[in-house]
């Protein structure tokens, strides 16, 4: 049906809409706020007064709905409220950001800024724009947390009205909402809002699952209705004997949490047991509050059967998000499990509005795990320049959506990470230095190896040492976004400095072998070796897999080609920009957390080569598949099928550390071991992990486990072994 423009109809609604906005705060508003709101309003129906949406409708309409849900949805004030009607107008209309500061102050400018920056992208980033998006979104958090908080009011709306939008273009926002807005959302406390987007992006990501699940929760609706009835009327009139003052809801699970749960247990929807909660909301004073709640639980429990192993206690110990309630599972009649929710007035307010109800009630008490806390850890995060965007968002994606889990310092202070943290990722939460200087860790008194997973209520305690070093190894067990920024900071600068050294021993080889070691022959070089820049090229030459053989083949071969003159007089860092040769340095590809080696195919819809940003997807009848990062159907695999994601990274084999395990059998003289051990420690970056000694007589028998870089060292490490006075056999046993 065809949109009829009617002006006169049309400003009465746009009257009727503004009023509706400021039905729910306007007792709370001041003579000045209502001031401000109206006249970013007047300047906002002004701006856009000759744009319409895709509906044909008055675009007007938008910036007042977004407002509105920035009003009573996020329970914002009029600063952000005003911001919200007037987070387009620098983007689509002729007012610049100087003109709204101008207009309306400084601080409004930052954020409607912030917003538009958000939106300004180049249209050629498609491929990736949700990574882009996010990336630019959270960096805006210098600025004022309320952009990101108008940004995800203003995808809710554009989720609730894109019917007119063509299809393709439904399914790319819904599966970009649902990557990124519905976690982004859930880590800021918007549960509602969560759900909703989650709702949304199903509709469009998977209409008829969508529209399935929704007609049987319609078609069960009185059913549903009557059984809370039946269950709480107990409740009540126990509650209401004990004076409280309280009201029982019934909340339906999300059609998009049902649908999750049908899959993860592999069941119908009629096999969901807990398609609904129960939720109490009760009146009380502060001091009390806690007391209440187990007082209304102890009621419960009291009149029906509790499942022990589902109680929830989110009061002693509330989640980052500022979530607080207890959960409790209980047996109701019919003998169905019914999960039932008791939150205080202030719990109920903080758990819809999320972080700005947090801080209505915060009246300066300790926050360690709420919004400040969280934002200076994820701003370590934005720290990393050098990552890039899709890699970004999938690090720290992570810890977005991660259930929580709740540890002990030696001291008894509480520290939350994700679910499956390691003791290393524990390390890092305390303060970067420790991490990178984490050299073992005690889990509930006893020593442990740094991968352990961590379970709540485990006490640990993190030992350090000057001389750690962070290896490869240890990206592929953490999972915090922090820990891996960290490690991967740290490693570069690492390789920096080998790097370095590498660049000035080859120029004294290039110069033994009377070659200028101009930028044209290192990229000569480059090319030759099969390598990306002149940076992995000295780091090569430093770790020993470029060696003086090698060198010296590549002179003979481009000895007419050289360049005859000194031209510069520093070393930059030059690439090589075809990608035949760029993907030939990349040799080795591994998947998962444990950087495991599996069979694969190459997906023919992206044509991945090695070397590229790339993912595995499991398929049901052909395998393993490697799609690029930007990928066309990258955003609807991430998104509707994230089980079946595999993380997958090229390697440089050169670079991979591995552990090898040496028989070493000789003549057990004096001064044997000293040799072994010597020749070990003078190799750079080989470390001895174990020796093992035994003597038979006059024999020597030794076990030696290191870890090497690549199997070129190893097998120099084996002949100057042999080299050693006494030394008659060398195996490698593992």
């Not at 009146?283 to 007082?295: Q, Y």
């Not at 093992?692 to 072994?721: C, M, P, R, Y």
């Amino acid at each position: 049906m065809s949109y009829i423009v009617d002006v006169d109809s049309e400003n009465k609604e746009i009257a009727r809409r503004y009023k509706d906005l400021l039905k729910d705060s306007y007792e709370n508003l001041s003579l000045d706020d209502k001031k401000l709101i109206r006249s970013a309003f007047d300047i906002a129906v002004e701006a856009h007064s000759e744009q319409r949406r895709k509906t044909g409708e008055p675009y007007i309409y938008h910036p007042i709905a977004v407002a509105k849900i920035v009003a009573a949805e996020i329970g914002l004030g009029a600063v952000s409220i005003a911001a919200a009607l007037l987070h387009d107008v620098v983007e689509d209309t002729d007012y610049t950001i100087e003109d709204i500061e101008r207009l309306f102050g400084e601080k409004i400018s930052k954020i409607v800024s912030g917003l538009t920056k958000i939106s300004k992208m180049s249209k050629d980033q498609i491929a990736s724009i949700q990574a882009e998006n996010f990336r630019k979104m959270l960096l805006t958090l210098n600025d004022d947390v309320r952009v990101i908080l108008i940004k995800i009011a203003d995808r809710l709306h554009n989720m609730q009205t894109m019917d007119a939008m063509p299809v393709h273009k439904q399914v790319r926002i819904a599966s970009e909402t649902l990557y990124i807005y519905a976690p982004l959302a859930h880590r800021l406390g918007l549960y509602n809002i969560k759900s909703d987007l989650e709702d949304l992006g199903l509709k469009y990501t998977e209409p008829e699952v969508y529209a399935s699940i929704k007609g049987m929760i319609v078609a069960n609706k009185d059913n549903q209705s009557d059984y809370i009835d039946n269950f709480s009327s107990k409740i009540k009139q126990a509650l209401e004997q004990q004076g409280f003052k309280f009201e029982i809801k019934g909340r339906t699970k999300s059609i998009y949490s049902i649908r999750k749960k049908m899959l993860s247990q592999g069941v119908k929807y009629d096999q969901v047991y807990d398609k609904f909660a129960i939720r109490i909301i009760y009146d009380s004073a502060g001091k009390n509050e806690k007391f209440d709640a187990w007082k209304i639980y102890s009621i419960i429990t009291d009149n029906y059967r509790p499942n022990p192993n589902r109680l929830r206690d989110w009061i002693s110990q509330s989640k980052t998000t500022g979530y607080e309630a207890l959960h409790i599972t209980v047996m109701g009649p019919q003998g169905r499990w019914v999960e039932v929710q008791i939150r205080s007035k202030r719990m109920d307010e903080i758990a819809e509005k999320g972080y700005a109800a947090h801080f209505k009630y915060k009246q300066g008490e300790d926050n360690e795990n709420g919004l400040e806390s969280w934002l200076n850890r994820l701003k370590d995060t934005l720290e990393n320049h050098n990552t890039d965007a899709v890699d970004f968002v999938e690090d720290f994606k992570l810890n977005l959506y991660a259930k929580e889990i709740f540890l002990f310092t030696p001291k008894g202070d509480i520290k939350s990470l994700p679910k499956g943290s390691s003791a290393l990722d524990f390390a890092f939460s305390i303060h970067t230095d420790i991490g990178l200087k984490c050299r073992g860790v005690k889990v509930n008194g006893k020593l442990t190896p740094l991968d352990r997973i961590l379970e709540s209520g485990d006490q640990v305690e993190v030992i350090t040492s000057e001389n750690q070093k962070p290896s490869e190894r240890w990206l592929t067990f953490v999972v915090t976004a922090r820990a891996r920024a960290k490690i991967r900071q740290s490693l570069k600068e690492d390789e920096r400095k080998v790097a370095e050294e590498g660049r000035e021993l080859l120029k004294r080889k290039l110069r033994h072998l009377r070659i200028n070691p101009s930028e044209d022959n290192l990229v000569a070089m480059v090319s030759y070796f099969k390598l990306k820049t002149t940076f992995d090229l000295f780091y090569r030459v430093r770790l020993g897999t470029i060696d003086n053989t090698q060198i010296r083949s590549f002179v003979n071969q481009h000895k007419n080609k050289f360049t005859k003159f000194f031209r510069r007089t520093k070393f930059e860092t030059s690439k090589v920009e075809n990608k035949e040769e760029l993907s030939n340095n990349y040799d080795l590809l591994l998947f998962g957390s444990e950087s495991e080696r599996l069979e694969y195919t190459f997906a023919k819809c992206c044509n991945p080569i090695a070397g590229e940003k790339v993912f595995g997807f499991l398929t049901v009848n052909e395998g393993l598949k490697i799609h690029k990062n930007n990928c066309p159907n990258a955003i609807g695999m991430q998104s509707n099928y994230a089980y079946r994601i595999m993380k997958a990274n090229w390697v440089d084999s050169s670079k991979q550390e591995f552990k090898v395990t040496l028989s070493i059998v000789g003549e057990d003289g004096s001064g044997i071991l000293e040799g072994i051990t010597k020749v070990i420690s003078n190799n750079n970056h080989v470390n001895i992990n174990s020796i093992n000694i035994a003597g038979d007589g006059s024999l020597f028998k030794g076990k030696f486990t290191i870890t090497v870089n690549n199997k070129l060292k190893l097998k120099k490490i084996t002949e100057q072994l042999l080299s050693v006075k006494g030394v008659r056999d060398i195996k490698r046993i593992i």
